[in-house]
């Protein structure tokens, strides 16, 4: 069982910057990937980012230079730094991860890019 909990959402301005974080429970963080998602308002969900257990980093053409994912084990966490915020950055970010044939997921932070 993995529970996931985000947190780090809010409101920035365009240019702005917010930093998120997945809380991860469970003996099974440092093997597993997690993915960052996320779901703009009317749309469907989105791969943003995803880091493996060994750290090799993979981002979506629309945040590659901006968005930088990590992870620390030692605090079964895992970030997601965003700069240069854009307004159709906007949307609800998930923490994900599939273990045992399992999809499990968080429940979201909301993030609103707007002036």
């Known amino acids: 069982q993995v529970q996931l909990v985000e947190s780090g959402g809010g409101l920035v301005q365009p240019g702005g910057s917010l930093s998120l974080s997945c809380a991860a429970s469970g003996s099974i963080f440092r093997i597993i990937t997690v993915n960052w998602y996320r779901q703009a308002p009317g749309k469907g969900r989105e791969s943003v980012a995803s880091?493996?257990?060994?750290?090799?980093?993979n981002y979506a053409d629309s945040v590659k230079g901006r968005f930088t994912i990590s992870r620390d084990n030692s605090a079964n966490t895992v970030y997601l730094q965003m700069n240069s915020l854009k307004p159709e950055d906007t949307g609800v970010y998930y923490c994900?991860?599939?273990?045992?044939?399992?999809?499990?997921w968080g429940k979201g932070t909301l993030v609103t890019v707007s002036s």
């Open positions: 880091i493996t257990t060994s750290g090799i980093t």
């Open positions: 994900h991860t599939y273990w045992s044939g399992m999809n499990y």
